[in-house]
């Protein structure tokens, strides 16, 4: 087992690197450069310009200014805005609770629902309930996560006002907890929307696939009850390929929550992706990219350890 | 001897056939047929230049008037021929950037898994590298920082969603090209493309086709993300993205504006999601996900 | 014997067995361990051993489509074993190579007429306008319509594939066909029409063919010589009537009295081999036959034997067999 978790570190780094390399690159390569947006401004000078350049060692070979970002971003130095001079990792740190609170209760809802619309339609195939579901799951999919959201707002938020349309808490009431639910209601429904259609449609199948094993009909011809025969030996074969989906889903949960965010004013790290986008910000977009890219690889890690200790074959390979 | 060929259903035959048992992937068709018309005729459907302003007429709404069907927006412009324009524009942008993640991801993934070893290494670790960023993110900042063009937009969308079918047809070629026609084709001396190209690139035709299919739903839908947060097809050219953006300012008063070009995309990806699933079922039994 | 057309020296195939932690080298499988055969002009060579004695492997390394490690390949005096693609060009012209499986070794998104062509395109071989004519020439050689080259090979029969598969490899005319296995995944009552036709076109052409094969009864009917593999080395070679009647190698006489009458008038003495194959990971030390040979010595698990000639066309590798 430790051989096995010391290899799949030992891949993340090259993934590390790849990941770092891109990030950098495409915001270097990007027509005009990091300081396009000054030069691009009639009103800064020439010399203001060279000064900015000094500061953040725009001037220096690209490889020392590459080596130099990625050695920060290990010792935790992931450069300073150029708006404010703040921290980087400070600005995106701050922003974490929010999309972690949005992203975690979207999550759970999700898997809560689609894990049991799944297994119900896996359990009933074919049934009208199954068929329902499973049409449901591709309307499901084909929705603008935004246009959902603009919807949800008219509804609920202008037609029955009976939630707010946007931001995280009502003026003057930050801390307030009964505040803080009432805001996330229609964000996590409409980020959670997607994500159960997928969970309903993987779960469907991981259990079709699992209920057609031979052990399944051992447990069943040894006379264990459905419920039994469910919960302990579909369960733990099914969880593997939904283990490695939670891993693989992240970025979609990202750019999911990156969208939500800007449609119900959630003050995440999505919609500081966008506004650091809108200012040109490129210390802060280089700084979101690797964190969550570093998130991602940290979360198929967990996942590949998760499976790895559920099912002793992997270890092996 | 004569040749007495096997009395075989076409292969072309059995396909429909299973296609056909897919209600909803014919509705989707027929939706992805009728929404491809009507951008091919949008000059003779609309009834007047999608950028025809008249102040006069402003916020008319749906059904109220034959000679404005759907109504008019903040600007009095046509609110039915700007979203046959805006289909247009969307489709377009759809189609070019599918082709674009298609021949990627078709390139990379028969390179990969065909000449194999170091290539095949790089070029998935490549892959792995691109999938750890969401592809909205990736997306925006792209399209942040090239000029808009209706090429440009398709391109960066394009770019950026190739991964998915390179593993797929690698996955494809890696069973492929241990089968015996291929050491047929290298004892006849055939060069590598030509093997890669002519003889494995075929076989593979029906994953790359599902994948192009559902390809466009999701170019659709990050071209609509793009143009909401103001980074893809800018005004006064109507996209359904942008269409949106307009309509979020005056949502309250006059929701109609918003729902209209929200329904066209939701219509087109569902059209496009429910075609590319029929099409598995049908070509693919063993891709096959939904009863 | 007439001109000899290929000689097959020392010749090794090895894969490299890889762990999954980072790929390193923790093994090889010596498919091929050092084979020598020879084919002349116009004969056919069996090359017979049970599966996995890595008799294709032999086949596929003459035909250059797996890289040998070691050893020499003269094609008409020349040594091929070290071409690169270009050089190995003209080779291609003149071996083919027939499949086991009719199924697999034709393109199934291709028409017959497309994979006919192939040959003629990749050789740049007449114009682009000539190319009907030629195909519907060979498909008439291989006994098929020329209607035949608009369908797609799962619309043919098992024999009629097997048929287009000749039709392909002879497209090139070459001088020398390997046949794997041609007929073994075929019915008994169609073998017979494609070892038949296979036969016809080596007297019109003069084709030498290398007949890979398990199946004794078939190398009956087919071989002039015959060679017999195991465990990637060639045990005994020896014509037709030598090898059925005057066998001298263990393994040989082991291997023909397992089958049920491959040729009518042979003696029957049921000889029962003890042990499975080694694997080829791990061969054995010496003779590789020499820990399930009824007669070993001491010195058969340490030396390994070469081939010997004890008649005229008859070699054998054991150490106990005298001339």
Known sequence: MIGFIAWRLLQAIPLLIGVSLIAFGLMHLAPGGPLAVYTLNPSIQAQDIERVKIIFGLDQPIYVQYLKWASGIFSGNWGYTFFGGRPVLGVILERLPATMLLMGSALSVAIVLGLSIGVLGAVKRYSVFDVLATSGALFALSFPTFWFGLMAIFVFAIQLRWLPSGGMWELGEEGNIISLLQHLVLPTLVLALVITATWSRYSRSAFLEVMQQDYMRTARAKGLPPAARLMRHAFPNAAKPLIALLGVELPFLFSGALVTETIFGWPGMGRLFVDALNMKEYPILMGMMMFTAIFVIIGNLLADLAIAVIDPRVRLR | ?291 | ?323
Not at chain 3, 84 to 94: D, E, I, K, N, Q
Not at chain 3, 107 to 115: A, C, D, L, Q, S
Not at chain 3, 197 to 210: N, P, S, T
Not at chain 3, 223 to 229: E, G
């Open chain 3, 1 to 323: 014997m007439a001109e000899t057309l290929l000689k097959v020296s020392g010749l090794e195939v090895h894969f490299p067995i890889r762990s999954a932690f980072l790929r390193r080298r923790i093994g090889t499988v010596r498919a091929v361990d050092g084979v020598d055969i020879e084919v002349a002009r116009g004969e056919t060579l069996a090359l017979v051993g049970e599966s996995g004695c890595g008799k294709t492997t032999t086949g596929k390394a003459i035909l250059r489509l797996i890289d040998p490690t070691r050893g020499s390949i003269r094609f008409d005096g020349e040594e091929i074993a070290r071409h690169g693609a270009a050089r190995l060009a003209p080779f291609r012209r003149r071996m083919q190579i027939v499949f086991q499986d009719p199924f697999a070794s034709l393109n199934p998104r291709m028409t017959v007429g497309g994979i006919l062509a192939a040959p003629f395109e990749i050789h740049r071989i007449g114009t682009p306008a000539d190319r009907p004519e030629r195909i519907a020439a060979l498909l008439r050689t291989v006994g098929l319509r020329p209607e035949a080259a608009r369908r797609y090979p799962h619309e043919f029969s098992g024999g009629q594939r097997q048929r287009i598969g000749i039709a392909r490899a002879l497209a090139l005319e070459p001088e020398l066909i390997i046949g794997d296995e041609p007929v073994s995944a075929l019915d008994v009552s169609i073998q017979a029409q494609v070892i038949n036709l296979m036969k016809r076109l080596q007297a019109e052409r003069g084709l030498a063919y290398i007949m890979i094969s398990h199946n004794l009864a078939v190398v009956s009917h087919v071989a002039d010589r015959v060679a017999v593999m195991y465990l990637g080395r060639v045990v005994e070679t020896a014509p037709r009537e030598t090898l059925f009647f005057g066998a001298r190698h263990p393994y040989t006489q082991a291997l023909l009295s397992a089958v049920p009458e491959p040729v009518p008038g042979l003696r029957r003495t049921r000889q029962v081999l003890q042990g499975d194959v080694p694997s080829p990971a791990r061969p054995p030390t010496g003779c590789h036959f020499h820990l399930r040979c009824p007669i070993a010595q001491a010195r058969c698990a340490q030396e390994a034997p070469a081939q010997r000639i004890i008649a005229p066309g008859h070699a054998v590798a054991c150490h106990l067999v005298a001339p």
């Open chain 2, 1 to 291: 001897m004569n040749v007495t060929a096997v009395a075989s259903e076409s292969q072309a035959g059995r396909i429909w056939t299973r296609f056909r048992q897919h209600r909803l992937a014919l509705a989707g068709g027929l939706v992805v047929a009728l929404l491809l018309a009507s951008a091919l005729f949008a000059p003779l459907l609309a009834p007047q230049d999608p950028t025809l302003l008249d102040t006069a007429l402003r916020f008319r709404p749906p059904f109220a008037d034959w000679a404005l069907p759907l109504g008019t927006d903040e600007l009095g412009r046509d609110t039915l021929s700007r979203l046959l324009y805006g289909g247009r524009v969307s489709l377009t942008v759809g189609l070019v950037a599918m082709v674009t993640t298609v021949v990627t991801g078709a390139v990379i993934g028969i390179a990969a898994g065909f000449l194999g070893g170091l290539v095949d290494n790089l070029l998935m670790r490549f892959v792995d590298t691109m999938l750890c960023f969401p592809q909205v993110f990736l997306l925006l900042v792209v399209a942040a920082f090239v000029p808009p063009t209706l090429l440009s937009i398709s391109l960066v969308i394009g770019l950026t969603s190739w991964m998915e079918v390179s593993r797929i047809v690698r996955a494809e070629i890696l069973h492929l090209k241990e089968q015996d026609f291929v050491a047929a084709a290298r004892a006849l001396g055939a060069s590598r493309a030509r093997i890669m190209f002519r003889e494995l690139l075929p076989n593979a035709a029906a994953p790359i086709l599902v994948a192009a299919t559902l390809k466009v739903a999701s170019a659709v839908l990050m071209e609509s993300y793009i143009s909401y947060l103001g980074y893809g097809v800018q005004p006064p050219l109507a996209s359904w993205g942008n269409m949106l953006t307009n309509a979020q300012g005056y949502f309250d008063t006059v929701p109609w504006l918003a729902i209209l070009p929200g329904a066209a995309i939701t219509l087109t990806v569902m059209g496009f999601n429910f075609l590319g699933d029929g099409l598995r079922d049908a070509l693919d039994p063993r891709l096959r996900m939904d009863p």
